[in-house]
């Protein structure tokens, strides 16, 4: 088992970047594929990204693509989302997962999630 902590959310103007990190405990961290997930106002929770457990392979939805980048440090336990050229519509509760598998994107564990909100 593994238990994730997101941080760096806030309030940011649309063009603007935020740096999600996401915390994991264990030992086990660098064995799972990890994603981040997003979830807005009355919208089902939706993928945006994940990663290999070896950084080797990356995954985007098609919303996000050139504008977020997802990256690992095993060593440090830690996930991260590079979120650039932010959008109104990229507002959401942003939750990182370790996945059962990138492939599947399905997700085993969940963090608490962290708020993004971006004005226009």
């Known amino acids: 088992q593994v238990q994730l902590v997101e941080s760096g959310g806030g309030l940011v103007q649309a063009g603007g970047s935020l740096r999600l990190s996401c915390a994991a405990s264990?030992?086990?961290?660098?064995?799972?594929?990890m994603g981040w997930f997003r979830q807005a106002p009355g919208k089902e929770r939706e993928f945006v990204a994940g990663i290999n457990w070896s950084a080797g392979s990356t995954a985007y939805a098609d919303s996000v693509k050139g504008r977020f980048t997802i990256a690992r440090d095993n060593a440090k336990n830690t996930l991260y989302l590079q979120m650039d050229s932010l959008k109104p519509e990229d507002t959401a509760v942003y939750y990182c997962?370790?996945?059962?598998?990138?492939?599947?994107?399905?997700?085993?564990?969940w963090g608490q999630g962290t708020q993004v909100t971006v004005s226009s």
């Open positions: 997962a370790a996945l059962g598998a990138l492939r599947t994107r399905s997700p085993r564990y």
């Open positions: 264990g030992r086990t961290f660098s064995m799972y594929d």
